[in-house]
């Protein structure tokens, strides 16, 4: 009997360890954490091993297969162990696209994939077709390959997930942009993320789709080095296309084959020109998954977004409190601040991935009257934007950030948490600070 290692117990790790179980491997999980109580209750419900709290060396090193969740960096000393032992590892998403024959629609990018892939996933619903969610959103995906059957499967896939598939294969693969992100797990080299996101390109065949948006340049950039075997259907705001999607007169047009159709731009349900990309990308996919134009009409007018991107929470005393915690990057915040029409109170901070904040300077000297800097480590936010904002103030907890945000707001204001950072030096997880935030905002 085969053993399979899996690293890490959270969605991912425990999601991997009970498809192992059940396809009948001697499994053993192990993390260097606390595990939930609800995903130990699963290891126990499958009789899987699992260890938490550290890891015992003799009982990985001497697996067949480890699956690594893709919050464990290639610089963790176990996984240098095993690379030097020549012990494969895989993602989640590799090993469960061994046991799953449906159609996969895959989504990844520095910006917009959580949207996308929850639209996506919103049409396909309301075509009444038999799908699932999963990757970095919802579900596991190998828990759901394990325990459902599905037709389809929507995936929304990090860098990191993508790092460890070799021959996972999509049928549909979207790539929404790449900006610098993440470049402290890839040596501070571009070129190795870059690579990376275009891992989701591996395997395509001649019948398969690359949907890409065509005016990025690094995405373009790449493109032309490289060959691919797959349908390529662009969209853009900068000019027409063939087949994909692209803006004109107030309208967003889709063509894919001999089909067009259209929908104003005023009729979709989100907002801002970042949306605009985020509904292109799921027009296309929906027409080659041969959804009916009407359902796709009908899902982009009434889709109502994702959790922690740009959420409005409330207004106080004429003063909007929006939550958009998932920008954990840059360019996320660029988006955010260049739809801002209100002077804006900005809440950013947190664990810098290597960040260059220049592309913010003109909209923070424009719009940004209040820095509330909300991390364990400001000094380079405070560096970066001491001669381009009036007031710079810093606080360790999302508490303090809504308390400061309402001493400094003004009637006709927007309150903006979009970190331009990771959430781990003071929360667990984006969605930790951007729950916190609102939690704080509703008792102001």
């Known amino acids: 009997m085969q053993r399979i290692v899996v690293l890490g117990g959270g969605e991912s790790g425990v999601g991997s360890a009970v498809l192992a179980k059940v396809k009948g491997f001697d499994v053993f999980l192990s993390d260097s954490g606390k595990i939930g109580a609800s995903f130990k209750e699963t290891l126990e419900r499958y009789n899987i091993e699992y260890e938490e709290g550290g890891h015992t060396q003799a009982k990985i090193l001497n697996a067949d297969e480890v699956i690594k969740s893709p919050g464990i960096p290639e610089s963790a000393p176990l996984i240098v162990a095993l690379r030097e032992r020549g012990i494969h590892i895989i993602s989640e998403i590799e090993f469960a ?59 929304e896939l990090s ?64 493109i032309n080095k490289i060959v691919l075997k797959a349908k390529m259907l662009p969209f853009t705001q900068k000019g027409e296309v063939a087949q994909g999607a692209y803006v004109k007169d107030g309208a967003l047009t889709v063509k894919y084959g001999i089909e067009e159709y259209m929908i104003f731009i005023r009729e979709l349900a989100l907002e801002g020109k970042h949306n605009i990309y985020n509904s292109m990308a799921a027009a296309i996919a929906g027409k080659a998954i041969k959804i009916d134009n009407q359902v796709i009409r009908e899902s982009l007018m009434s889709f109502k977004g994702v959790e922690h991107r740009m959420e409005k929470i409330l207004k106080i005393k004429d003063v909007l409190y929006i939550n958009d915690s998932k920008a954990t990057n840059v360019d996320s915040v660029w988006y955010a601040l260049e739809s801002m029409t209100t002077p804006v109170i900005w809440i950013a901070g947190g664990k810098d991935k290597g960040n260059d904040y220049s592309p913010l300077y003109d909209f923070v000297r424009d719009k940004v009257k209040v820095l509330i800097c909300m991390g364990l480590h400001n000094e380079k936010l405070i560096e970066c934007f001491k001669d381009k904002v009036d007031i710079i103030v810093e606080t360790d907890s999302a508490e303090g950030a809504a308390k400061l945000a309402y001493k400094y707001a003004k009637p006709g204001d927007t309150v903006l948490l979009s970190p331009a950072c990771a959430s781990f030096d003071l929360f667990k997880n984006y969605e930790e600070r951007g729950r916190l935030f609102k939690e704080a905002v509703r008792k102001l």
């Open 97 to 155: 696209g061994r046991y799953d024959t449906a159609k996969k629609i895959c989504i990844t990018g520095s910006n917009g994939k959580t949207t996308t892939t929850s639209l996506i996933y919103y049409m396909m619903q309301r075509a009444g077709m038999n799908v699932g969610l999963g990757g970095n959103i919802g579900k596991s995906y190998a828990y759901l390959v394990a325990t459902e059957q599905h037709d389809y499967y929507v995936l």
């Open 159 to 222: 860098s990191f997930q993508l790092d460890g598939m070799y021959d996972f294969r999509a049928d549909i693969a979207i790539l929404m942009n790449i900006t610098p992100d993440h470049l402290d797990r890839y040596d501070y080299k571009m070129e190795n993320y870059i690579n990376s996101k275009f891992r989701i390109t591996q395997n395509m065949r001649a019948e398969d789709c690359f949907i890409f948006c065509g005016d990025d340049p690094v995405t373009m950039e790449h």
